[in-house]
């Protein structure tokens, strides 16, 4: 190599390396102006139709940035005053309660979303509502379990379902929250007696809840405990998936039931729009298409169901308590690990 | 020499160098701090420890001990051993390197291959896909074994497989030791598998105390450990090694004559590997083909799939420019210094490699944030403009991870390319007249080029495949395509997840291919594959 040529590639090179690097820096950084910044939880259930009609409808940007609720939550955390982030979408209430707690959160009196969204499915300081709720229960095998086999959580720690028994893993913020709630309402003792009664089982456990219903279906297990959605998807993809729901608890408190909400992130330079959001999300024609397309339960309980979880009729739900959940969560996470739910 | 005679004030390029240098490795060195600043919180999740240690500790024997086994005895095949397709079979070999370990656990999740979900599982899967490191090192060893000791050891009466057993395997002890090290390390760096597998290691325990349990300085103290027995890791291997370097180079033509297998166990040697690499490279290619053609067919590509691959490729190749040019930085200090505090803090700089990338992502990410933080306040009170969040908002951060992540490798192929270019002969070019610039360009530019392309080559697929840190640090706009692999993964979304996953394997595949290329046929030198896995090495025990 010439000395010339060697002073023009360094030239050229630091030339496109600079631009390059403003240009890698920039396009990635999703910074453009009156763009409404929405950190996702839900992101993982694929690309959604309310989302995509409001960016269209109100010619709004919409930047969807998806991660686990706990990533989110302490992504704004670290970010402070500066994050970039409009709005905060979980899919479990206790990431909603713990931002509020941490005052991430700005409240919303809105009497639109008020409106929509019942009181019990949002923070009574309105800085979150929810967007749709879930039960988290018992699945059986069609083929090898009868409905009334196991009706309540604390039968998945019956003897007859050892090596029987399928759960998600127990780092699953689903999982932990269903454990904070038993905790806060049942007490310590009482949760840690009914896990270990699981545990006991030697449950196999799988990383999602679709590979706890698969499980089921191919005869690896004949029990597990899902969210019901998960149910949905299979069934809509194939109707004689051999798995049902057992609404648990039906003569106890009911079936535990969390939900999926947002609310807008304090400091947001764009609340109106934020708002403008919330509401077209919380409005019953878009909770009909969470309900539809996720096989999710709408906020308002009045929307109707999708017709694969509808066939299942109607049940009793444990009331949402989110403070409850919420205060209990580290007290969940340690006392998951101290009994060994992986 | 005398012509550079030691100076008393420290060297402007010293000076430089060091700064570099404890620049890079700052946060790696400041984690410790988080015992000072919450001593307390230590002991709130120390009930996690036991279990992180069982579960590493179960991780490292068995993939120490698969790795050692399959690979010794595959390279020790292909070395000692002549059979029909061997020239390209012991090249095959090499292919699993591009398979990522959470990608072929991604396809194993799919297929719910039974008992997957364990140590055990976990243990198959680096074992499958850590092997040719030590393969690649334990062969390059045998190949340049002379003829004459082994030779000497069968006139002393040992049979030829006899002799390999005890002359030829501890004279690759080093190699096949500094192999198993690098897959030791890759394991221990690992978090996709264990997290996909549900095996609690301890870069599992630091992701939940993290993000279950919201505690960062926790999370830095448990990454402290975990630094800490990888830093103990290297210094074993050392050990272990000693000062021996078996090095008797076979002069060409001298190398040791190849056993001719026939009849049933020629069709095995043939037969065994091909099938290992099926197993690991081509049935999840051919899986993930299939789900990825079925994804574009039902709509399940992610949405986020073009901007996912634009971005893989942007930073892959941003990284592999940058990278290398600070280690071209740091090894040209080494070179004009000529100060061992230099050459230490170089070395210094290099320990992020063999660190899980959520550690490093939690040592990058603090001091970032909090310079973001302050230069941010400053901006809005001096001249009331909002910079947003510089480093932490943008690929800034993300580039900062990768290069204290990857710079050993950089740094392991550039230096040894520019170690070997002797002083005398930049000081011959200058007694004939040229000037440092000309000294560069025609003297080391031509000479360094392997070593330039290859360490250009590793960083670009290590940022490709790279997610842990990618995952914390990633700014709005910048999923990647391992995000979206993980994303969809831990959702059981495999359709979604493949062609991601796909464009990763094969864009993993170019740099070895080119490498096996270069290396050309048996019997040449294996200069890029030396270069490679020197690199790596290098990396590792430096």
Same mark, same amino acid.
């Given at each position: 190599?010439?000395?010339k040529r060697l002073?023009?590639? #360094?030239?050229? /090179?630091?030339?496109v390396?600079?631009a390059?690097f403003?240009?890698?820096v920039?396009a990635?950084?999703?910074?453009s102006?009156g763009?409404?910044v929405?950190y996702?939880?839900?992101s993982?259930?694929?690309?959604?139709?309310p989302f995509?009609d409001?960016a269209k @409808?109100?010619?709004t940007k919409l930047t969807l940035?998806?991660?686990?609720?706990?990533e989110?939550?302490?992504?704004?955390?670290?970010?402070?005053?500066?994050?970039r982030?409009?709005?905060l979408?979980?899919?479990?209430?206790?990431?909603?309660?713990?931002a509020?707690?941490?005052?991430?959160?700005?409240p919303?009196n809105d009497?639109?979303i008020l409106?929509?969204?019942p009181?019990?499915?949002r923070d009574p300081?309105?800085?979150w509502?929810g967007?749709? @709720?879930?039960?988290r229960t018992?699945m059986?095998?069609? *083929?090898?379990?009868s409905?009334?086999?196991?009706?309540t959580?604390?039968?998945?720690?019956?003897?007859?379902?050892?090596?029987?028994?399928c759960?998600?893993? /127990?780092?699953?913020?689903?999982n932990?929250?269903f454990?904070a709630?038993r905790i806060? *309402?049942d007490?310590?003792?009482s949760?840690?007696?009914?896990l270990?009664?699981?545990m006991?089982n030697d449950?196999?456990i799988f990383?999602?809840?679709?590979?706890v219903?698969?499980?089921?279906?191919?005869?690896?297990?004949?029990?597990?405990?899902?969210?019901s959605y998960?149910l949905g998807?299979?069934?809509?993809a194939?109707p004689?998936?051999?798995v049902?729901?057992?609404?648990?608890?039906?003569?106890g408190? /009911? @079936?535990? #039931?969390?939900?999926?909400g947002l609310g807008?992130?304090?400091? @947001?330079k764009h609340r109106?729009?934020?708002i403008?959001?919330?509401?077209?999300?919380t409005?019953?024609a878009?909770?009909?298409l969470f309900?539809r397309?996720?096989f999710?339960?709408?906020?308002?309980?009045?929307v109707?169901?999708?017709k694969e979880?509808?066939?299942?009729?109607?049940f009793?739900r444990?009331?949402?308590d #989110?403070r409850g959940?919420g205060?209990?969560?580290d007290?969940?996470?340690q006392?998951?690990q101290?009994?060994?739910w992986? | 020499?005398?012509?550079?005679?030691?100076?008393r004030r420290?060297?402007?390029?010293?000076v430089?160098?060091?700064a570099?240098?404890?620049?890079?490795?700052g946060?790696l060195?400041g984690?410790?701090i988080?015992?000072?600043v919450?001593?307390?919180?230590f002991?709130?999740?120390?009930?996690?420890? !036991?279990?992180a240690?069982a579960?590493?500790?179960i991780?490292m024997?068995?993939?120490?001990?698969?790795?050692?086994?399959?690979g010794?005895s595959?390279?020790?095949l292909?070395s000692?051993?002549d059979?029909?397709g061997?020239?390209?079979?012991?090249?095959?070999?090499?292919l699993p390197?591009?398979?990522?370990?959470y990608?072929?656990?991604l396809?194993?999740l799919?297929?719910d291959?039974p008992?997957?979900r364990s =140590?055990? %599982?976990?243990v198959?899967?680096?074992?499958?896909?850590? &092997?040719?490191y030590?393969y690649?090192l334990?062969r390059?060893?045998f190949?340049s074994?002379?003829r004459t000791?082994?030779e000497?050891?069968?006139?002393?009466?040992?049979? $030829?497989?006899a002799?390999?057993?005890?002359v030829g395997?501890?004279?690759a002890r080093?190699?096949i030791?500094?192999g198993v090290?690098?897959?030791?390390m890759?394991?221990? =760096?690992?978090f %996709?598998?264990v997290?996909l597998?549900?095996?609690?290691?301890f870069?599992?325990?630091?992701?939940?105390?993290w993000?279950?349990?919201?505690d960062?300085e926790?999370?830095?103290q448990?990454?402290t450990?975990?630094?800490?027995i990888?830093?103990?890791?290297?210094?074993?291997?050392?050990?272990?090694?000693?000062?021996?370097? &078996?090095?008797y180079?076979a002069?060409r033509?001298d190398?040791?004559?190849?056993?001719?297998?026939?009849?049933?166990a020629?069709? =095995?040697?043939?037969v065994?590997?091909?099938?290992?690499?099926?197993?690991v490279?081509?049935?999840?290619v051919a899986?993930l083909?299939?789900?990825?053609?079925?994804?574009i067919?039902?709509?399940?590509?992610?949405?986020e799939?073009?901007?996912?691959?634009?971005?893989?490729?942007?930073?892959?190749?941003m990284?592999?420019v940058?990278?290398?040019?600070?280690?071209?930085?740091?090894?040209y200090g080494?070179?004009?210094s000529?100060?061992?505090?230099a %050459?230490g803090?170089a070395?210094?700089a290099?320990i992020g &490699?063999?660190?899980?990338g959520?550690v490093v992502?939690v =040592?990058?990410?603090?001091?970032?944030?909090?310079l973001?933080?302050?230069?941010?306040?400053?901006?809005?009170?001096l001249f009331g403009v909002d910079l947003g969040l510089?480093?932490?908002?943008?690929?800034?951060?993300?580039f900062?991870?990768y290069?204290?992540?990857?710079?050993a490798?950089?740094?392991g192929a550039?230096?040894?390319?520019?170690?070997?270019?002797p002083?005398?002969?930049?000081?011959a070019? $200058?007694?004939?007249g040229?000037d440092?610039i000309?000294?560069i360009?025609r003297?080391?530019v031509?000479l360094m080029?392997?070593?330039l392309?290859?360490?250009?080559?590793?960083?670009?697929?290590e940022?490709?495949?790279?997610?842990p840190?990618?995952?914390?640090?990633r !700014?709005?706009?910048?999923?990647?395509?391992?995000v979206g692999v993980?994303?969809a993964?831990t959702?059981?979304?495999?359709?979604?997840a493949?062609?991601?996953?796909?464009?990763?394997?094969?864009v993993?595949?170019v740099?070895?291919?080119?490498?096996?290329?270069?290396? %050309?046929r048996r019997?040449?030198?294996?200069?890029?594959a030396?270069?490679?896995?020197?690199?790596e $090495?290098e990396a590792v025990?430096a």
């Amino acid at each position: 190599m010439s000395r010339k040529r060697l002073i023009t590639l #360094v030239a050229v /090179g630091t030339a496109v390396l600079v631009a390059g690097f403003v240009g890698v820096v920039v396009a990635t950084s999703g910074s453009s102006a009156g763009r409404l910044v929405v950190y996702t939880a839900r992101s993982h259930y694929g690309e959604e139709q309310p989302f995509k009609d409001f960016a269209k @409808t109100t010619d709004t940007k919409l930047t969807l940035f998806g991660g686990e609720a706990s990533e989110l939550y302490e992504r704004i955390r670290s970010e402070g005053d500066k994050t970039r982030a409009d709005l905060l979408i979980t899919v479990d209430a206790a990431n909603l309660w713990r931002a509020t707690k941490a005052g991430l959160l700005e409240p919303v009196n809105d009497p639109e979303i008020l409106k929509n969204v019942p009181a019990d499915v949002r923070d009574p300081g309105n800085n979150w509502f929810g967007l749709t @709720t879930r039960a988290r229960t018992i699945m059986r095998s069609t *083929k090898r379990v009868s409905p009334t086999a196991a009706t309540t959580y604390e039968d998945l720690g019956d003897p007859r379902w050892r090596d029987k028994l399928c759960l998600r893993s /127990g780092t699953s913020d689903y999982n932990v929250s269903f454990v904070a709630d038993r905790i806060a *309402k049942d007490g310590g003792a009482s949760t840690e007696a009914m896990l270990r009664r699981w545990m006991a089982n030697d449950p196999k456990i799988f990383g999602s809840d679709t590979d706890v219903l698969d499980a089921i279906k191919d005869g690896e297990c004949d029990v597990g405990l899902t969210n019901s959605y998960y149910l949905g998807r299979e069934l809509h993809a194939d109707p004689s998936f051999p798995v049902a729901p057992v609404w648990a608890d039906q003569n106890g408190r /009911g @079936t535990h #039931v969390n939900l999926s909400g947002l609310g807008v992130v304090k400091g @947001t330079k764009h609340r109106a729009k934020a708002i403008k959001l919330i509401r077209y999300l919380t409005e019953p024609a878009q909770q009909r298409l969470f309900a539809r397309n996720n096989f999710e339960f709408a906020a308002d309980a009045n929307v109707q169901a999708a017709k694969e979880i509808a066939q299942f009729g109607s049940f009793k739900r444990d009331p949402i308590d #989110v403070r409850g959940a919420g205060e209990h969560l580290d007290d969940a996470l340690q006392l998951m690990q101290k009994v060994g739910w992986d | 020499m005398g012509l550079n005679p030691r100076r008393r004030r420290p060297e402007g390029s010293t000076v430089l160098t060091v700064a570099l240098a404890v620049l890079i490795a700052g946060p790696l060195i400041g984690l410790p701090i988080s015992f000072i600043v919450a001593p307390g919180d230590f002991g709130k999740f120390s009930n996690f420890l !036991p279990e992180a240690f069982a579960a590493t500790g179960i991780l490292m024997v068995g993939v120490g001990m698969g790795t050692l086994l399959l690979g010794t005895s595959l390279a020790a095949l292909v070395s000692f051993c002549d059979f029909p397709g061997r020239s390209w079979i012991e090249w095959v070999l090499v292919l699993p390197l591009a398979m990522p370990g959470y990608v072929f656990t991604l396809f194993a999740l799919g297929l719910d291959l039974p008992n997957i979900r364990s =140590a055990g %599982g976990a243990v198959v899967i680096f074992t499958l896909v850590l &092997y040719p490191y030590v393969y690649l090192l334990a062969r390059s060893a045998f190949l340049s074994q002379s003829r004459t000791l082994m030779e000497a050891a069968r006139g002393l009466g040992l049979s $030829r497989g006899a002799a390999i057993v005890r002359v030829g395997l501890p004279l690759a002890r080093p190699a096949i030791l500094g192999g198993v090290a690098l897959a030791l390390m890759e394991t221990l =760096a690992d978090f %996709g598998t264990v997290n996909l597998l549900g095996v609690r290691t301890f870069t599992d325990a630091i992701y939940r105390v993290w993000f279950n349990a919201f505690d960062r300085e926790a999370a830095m103290q448990f990454a402290t450990i975990l630094m800490s027995i990888t830093l103990l890791l290297l210094l074993l291997e050392r050990l272990a090694r000693g000062r021996a370097r &078996y090095h008797y180079n076979a002069s060409r033509g001298d190398v040791i004559p190849p056993i001719r297998l026939r009849g049933p166990a020629a069709v =095995a040697a043939v037969v065994l590997p091909l099938l290992l690499v099926g197993v690991v490279l081509a049935a999840p290619v051919a899986q993930l083909s299939v789900w990825a053609v079925q994804s574009i067919q039902n709509h399940l590509l992610a949405p986020e799939f073009a901007t996912e691959a634009r971005n893989s490729l942007l930073l892959s190749a941003m990284s592999a420019v940058l990278v290398p040019l600070v280690a071209l930085a740091l090894a040209y200090g080494v070179r004009t210094s000529r100060s061992r505090t230099a %050459g230490g803090a170089a070395r210094l700089a290099t320990i992020g &490699y063999g660190l899980p990338g959520s550690v490093v992502a939690v =040592a990058v990410i603090v001091p970032l944030a909090w310079l973001d933080h302050r230069l941010g306040d400053a901006a809005g009170a001096l001249f009331g403009v909002d910079l947003g969040l510089i480093f932490t908002g943008t690929v800034i951060g993300l580039f900062c991870a990768y290069l204290v992540r990857f710079l050993a490798l950089a740094w392991g192929a550039v230096e040894s390319s520019l170690a070997r270019i002797p002083a005398q002969l930049d000081e011959a070019a $200058r007694g004939l007249g040229a000037d440092r610039i000309d000294v560069i360009a025609r003297v080391h530019v031509p000479l360094m080029r392997t070593g330039l392309i290859t360490a250009t080559l590793l960083v670009f697929t290590e940022v490709m495949k790279e997610l842990p840190a990618t995952l914390l640090l990633r !700014p709005l706009d910048g999923d990647t395509l391992a995000v979206g692999v993980w994303q969809a993964t831990t959702e059981s979304l495999f359709q979604t997840a493949a062609l991601p996953a796909l464009l990763i394997v094969l864009v993993g595949l170019v740099p070895v291919a080119l490498m096996i290329r270069l290396s %050309g046929r048996r019997g040449t030198e294996l200069e890029v594959a030396g270069s490679w896995t020197e690199a790596e $090495r290098e990396a590792v025990t430096a």
